[in-house]
């Protein structure tokens, strides 16, 4: 059945080709080469994809401490304001 697809595809008229209209040698490995390289840039952009989305997550985890770290400085502030008799640190 590939052999009917590749036979459909026009290679020009520098393409030599058999008796059969098969694909000669060289372009076989020719086009498995392109199929590789095709199969390859493909797995390469799942890879960025994929190493995108685990910035974003990361990206996503550190805002998320920050904001933590940031709401327990402001409770030691007003905790620490509260024992010296001072005002709310956050009113500053």
Avoid: W, Y
Wanted: no cysteine.
């Amino acid at each position: 059945m590939s052999q009917k697809i590749l036979g459909a595809i026009p290679l020009g008229p520098f393409n030599e080709q058999d008796e059969n209209n098969q694909l000669s040698f060289s372009e076989r490995i020719g086009l498995l080469g392109a199929v590789l390289v095709a199969i390859g840039d493909a797995l390469a952009l799942a890879s960025v994809a994929a190493a995108i989305d685990e910035d974003r997550q990361s990206n996503q985890e550190q805002t998320q401490q920050i904001e933590n770290l940031q709401k327990q400085i402001d409770e030691l502030k007003n905790e620490i304001s509260k024992g010296q008799g001072l005002p709310d640190a956050e009113t500053k």
